[in-house]
């Protein structure tokens, strides 16, 4: 379990790509956490691997491969033998952190894939899905 505002990052400033993070366990949780692969240089940002039987982002839970720069955004694959669930903390949540699995590039890079795979795939109360690219054409 990642919470309490705790982050495991595989991040790059350069020219490099940043690493991969891999998270596997039986029930993996992530609330008030952060799991993420970023790049603020020229590098792309690494991939994201979770699986366990059950996976569960939950009030400010984060799966993050962004990049600020160049680079492309890095893939996120979540994969739970039994079921996913990422619950965000609703509508009175406004302004909080966001919920969910996010890839995503500021630059001309493009964004990161993302696959979801479980018998079960919850998603409510305002968590996000998102891959997503704010590069002008």
Request: net charge negative.
């Amino acid at each position: 379990a990642l919470h309490g505002g705790a982050s495991v990052l595989a991040e790059s400033r350069g020219r490099g790509d940043a690493g991969r993070v891999i998270l596997e366990g039986g029930r993996v949780r992530i609330a008030d956490a952060t799991a993420a692969s970023s790049a603020t240089g020229q590098g792309a940002a690494g991939s994201i691997i979770v699986s366990g039987s059950r996976v569960t982002l939950a009030a400010g839970g984060r799966l993050d491969a962004t990049t600020a720069a160049e680079g492309a955004g890095g893939r996120i694959d979540v994969t739970a033998s039994e079921s996913m669930d990422i619950v965000g903390m609703g509508a009175a949540a406004a302004g909080m952190a966001t919920t969910g699995v996010l890839t995503r590039t500021a630059g001309a890079g493009a964004a990161g894939d993302i696959a979801l795979s479980a018998p079960s795939i919850v998603i409510a109360d305002g968590g996000i899905v998102s891959a997503s690219s704010d590069a002008e054409a």
